[in-house]
């Protein structure tokens, strides 16, 4: 690996223009090969990718001036804080950083976000994970200086799956979409998936969508006209799409029905909640590889435990993508002999994030063809739906003092 870069120490944090575009601290060759790759196709030259990890760059760039985006190593969760201290006190207002590590726990991504880095990239990565952490790096300083009325986000897709059949992935699916278009006012879209066995429609009580088959087979079809057409409307916060195809005849829907209807659904609506069935296919496992966020509905028995982790394994190791947020559902039915929830996490290797209280009123709503959140208002089950659903909308949470502000929140105040 290189170990020098053509950056002038004499340089500002004001002197952004003469900041080279990158640079990249990396301490193992694998990293280093994807990283050089990236490089050059930037026309970069190997000279921004330099060996070390994240103290080399903070001992680096206390004489040099810091880079547009900074990617570094970090190698482990408990070294961050101080690490990632000690980088924030000699890096430049307006750095953008990407942090490559090892560490594949969803709560260790999550305070990453908090504390004001771009991207994590687990390793190993991918050179398509990189430029797409790039890529999502340099997008915000163009959004901040464009006039405010002309800032548009694309919506967030949310997926949601069962570890195991039966699980209530589903019903989780349908009412945290519920939740986000009318707790928490985001104009939000729910989209089953299962052509042919879905049942999103149903639980609200709508008449599924017509003519989406021939869509999923003939993925040129979908548009916005056509997305006008089949998608129903429960009201103006909340649309479903949704079908209900014969059980004799195959769907074969492909990978590009599924990047089309996200083509067209992200930009209309702020949340994107998929209903997907476990049978992975190209059109899932592209659903899957492109969600902001999944959840995996999952149950404390030893199969639950089992299909998690095989999930986790596919989303981490094959996908390379941020690893699901684990729901338990229905805890506690089984009484004493449901598996203790620390057992299930330390066979999984991840916490589970929420749990949803097992609830009699359940089967009752949906004997009824109720929604659950709508007739069971005060029960656990629902304030554990609402703090879900809350995850996904920022500022909806009241959440813990800390002794610090987000740390390179901490650089953007620096004078």
């Given at each position: 690996?290189?170990?020098?870069?053509?950056?002038?120490?004499?340089?500002?944090?004001?002197?952004?223009?003469?900041?080279?575009?990158?640079?990249?601290?990396?301490?193992?060759?694998?990293?280093?090969?994807?990283?050089?790759?990236?490089?050059?196709?930037?026309?970069?030259?190997?000279?921004?990718?330099?060996?070390?990890?994240?103290?080399?760059?903070?001992?680096?760039?206390?004489?040099?001036?810091?880079?547009?985006?900074?990617?570094?190593?970090?190698?482990?969760?408990?070294?961050?804080?101080?690490?990632?201290?000690?980088?924030?006190?000699?890096?430049?207002?307006?750095?953008?950083?990407?942090?490559?590590?090892?560490?594949?726990?969803?709560?260790?991504?999550?305070?990453?976000?908090?504390?004001?880095?771009?991207?994590?990239?687990?390793?190993?990565?991918?050179?398509?994970?990189?430029?797409?952490?790039?890529?999502?790096?340099?997008?915000?300083?163009?959004?901040?200086?464009?006039?405010?009325?002309?800032?548009?986000?694309?919506?967030?897709?949310?997926?949601?799956?069962?570890?195991?059949?039966?699980?209530?992935?589903?019903?989780?699916?349908?009412?945290?979409?519920?939740?986000?278009?009318?707790?928490?006012?985001?104009?939000?879209?729910?989209?089953?998936?299962?052509?042919?066995?879905?049942?999103?429609?149903?639980?609200?009580?709508?008449?599924?969508?017509?003519?989406?088959?021939?869509?999923?087979?003939?993925?040129?079809?979908?548009?916005?006209?056509?997305?006008?057409?089949?998608?129903?409307?429960?009201?103006?916060?909340?649309?479903?799409?949704?079908?209900?195809?014969?059980?004799?005849?195959?769907?074969?829907?492909?990978?590009a029905a599924a990047e089309a209807l996200f083509k067209q659904t992200r930009p209309k609506f702020s949340h994107v909640v998929v209903d997907l069935p476990r049978t992975l296919s190209p059109y899932t496992r592209y659903a899957l590889g492109h969600s902001d966020h999944?959840?995996?509905?999952?149950?404390?028995?030893?199969?639950?435990?089992?299909?998690?982790?095989?999930?986790?394994?596919?989303?981490?190791?094959?996908?390379?993508?941020?690893?699901?947020?684990?729901?338990?559902?229905?805890?506690?039915?089984?009484?004493?002999?449901?598996?203790?929830?620390?057992?299930?996490?330390?066979?999984?290797?991840?916490?589970?994030?929420?749990?949803?209280?097992?609830?009699?009123?359940?089967?009752?709503?949906?004997?009824?063809?109720?929604?659950?959140?709508?007739?069971?208002?005060?029960?656990?089950?629902?304030?554990?739906?609402?703090?879900?659903?809350?995850?996904?909308?920022?500022?909806?949470?009241?959440?813990?003092?800390?002794?610090?502000?987000?740390?390179?929140?901490?650089?953007?105040?620096?004078?």
């Amino acid at each position: 690996m290189s170990n020098q870069v053509n950056m002038s120490a004499g340089n500002t944090s004001k002197d952004t223009a003469s900041r080279v575009p990158f640079l990249a601290f990396t301490n193992d060759s694998e990293s280093a090969a994807v990283l050089k790759q990236f490089a050059l196709k930037q026309g970069w030259g190997e000279a921004v990718i330099l060996q070390g990890d994240i103290d080399t760059a903070s001992a680096f760039l206390k004489t040099n001036a810091s880079p547009k985006v900074l990617c570094v190593d970090i190698p482990s969760a408990e070294a961050a804080p101080a690490a990632l201290d000690r980088l924030a006190d000699v890096c430049d207002p307006g750095i953008k950083v990407i942090v490559s590590g090892k560490i594949n726990e969803y709560s260790f991504y999550c305070w990453l976000v908090e504390v004001g880095i771009s991207n994590y990239l687990l390793k190993p990565f991918t050179p398509a994970a990189l430029e797409t952490a790039y890529g999502k790096s340099v997008e915000v300083p163009a959004a901040a200086h464009a006039p405010a009325a002309e800032v548009k986000k694309d919506g967030k897709i949310i997926s949601v799956f069962g570890s195991r059949g039966g699980v209530g992935a589903s019903t989780i699916a349908v009412n945290l979409a519920w939740l986000l278009a009318h707790k928490l006012e985001q104009k939000t879209a729910l989209l089953d998936f299962d052509p042919q066995l879905g049942t999103a429609a149903l639980a609200l009580d709508l008449e599924p969508g017509r003519g989406l088959r021939e869509a999923l087979e003939k993925p040129d079809r979908i548009d916005g006209l056509f997305m006008d057409r089949v998608m129903v409307r429960l009201d103006d916060q909340l649309s479903i799409l949704s079908t209900e195809e014969s059980l004799e005849e195959n769907v074969a829907a492909s990978a590009a029905a599924a990047e089309a209807l996200f083509k067209q659904t992200r930009p209309k609506f702020s949340h994107v909640v998929v209903d997907l069935p476990r049978t992975l296919s190209p059109y899932t496992r592209y659903a899957l590889g492109h969600s902001d966020h999944i959840i995996c509905v999952t149950e404390y028995t030893i199969m639950g435990l089992r299909e998690s982790l095989r999930y986790l394994e596919y989303c981490r190791d094959v996908l390379k993508v941020p690893l699901p947020i684990f729901v338990g559902s229905r805890v506690g039915m089984a009484g004493k002999h449901q598996m203790p929830q620390p057992e299930f996490e330390k066979g999984l290797g991840q916490k589970v994030a929420y749990n949803i209280p097992f609830i009699l009123d359940a089967h009752a709503a949906a004997t009824a063809g109720e929604l659950l959140v709508e007739t069971t208002k005060n029960a656990p089950a629902i304030k554990a739906l609402h703090s879900l659903a809350s995850h996904f909308v920022e500022g909806t949470e009241i959440k813990e003092p800390q002794t610090k502000k987000g740390l390179f929140g901490l650089i953007k105040g620096r004078k």
